[in-house]
C-alpha cells in the first residue's frame, strides 16, 4: 500500500504561483510514476504532470510552459511549481501515484480568483 498526502494549495490571483506538495509514505520503492491530476467541477479528472522513477516527465497541453513537476527522492516527497496561474486552474488537485495498481490521495483545492 502507499499513502499520499498532499499539501499547499489555497486562494491566489491570476497571474500568482503556488507550489503543491505530496508525500509518499507506505510502500514506496514499488512505485513506478507520480503525478498530479486535476478536477474542476462538472468536468473529469484530466492530466496536469507526471514524472517517473527515473526523472522523466509529461505534462498536459493547458499547464505546459507555466507548470513544473519535481521531486525529491530523499523525502519521498513530489513538488508542482504552478506559475502564472489562471482562472481556468481552478480545480481540486490529486495527487497519484502507480505500481500495480492506482493511489491517490485526498485533494487539494487550488482557487484562481481576483
Known amino acids: 500500500q502507499v499513502q499520499l498526502v498532499e499539501s499547499g494549495g489555497g486562494l491566489v490571483q491570476p497571474g500568482g504561483s503556488l507550489r503543491l506538495s505530496c508525500a509518499a509514505s507506505?510502500?514506496?520503492?514499488?512505485?513506478?510514476?507520480m503525478g498530479w491530476y486535476r478536477q474542476a467541477p462538472g468536468k473529469q479528472r484530466e492530466l496536469v504532470a507526471t514524472?517517473?522513477?527515473?526523472?522523466?516527465?509529461n505534462y498536459g497541453d493547458s499547464v505546459k510552459g507555466r507548470f513544473t513537476i519535481s521531486r525529491d527522492n530523499a523525502k519521498n516527497t513530489v513538488y508542482l511549481q504552478m506559475n502564472s496561474l489562471k482562472p481556468e486552474d481552478t480545480a481540486v488537485y490529486y495527487c497519484?501515484?502507480?505500481?500495480?495498481?492506482?493511489?491517490w490521495g485526498q485533494g487539494t483545492q487550488v482557487t484562481v480568483s481576483s
Open positions: 514524472i517517473t522513477s527515473g526523472g522523466s516527465t
Open positions: 507506505g510502500r514506496i520503492r514499488s512505485i513506478n510514476a
Open positions: 497519484g501515484a502507480v505500481d500495480v495498481r492506482n493511489y
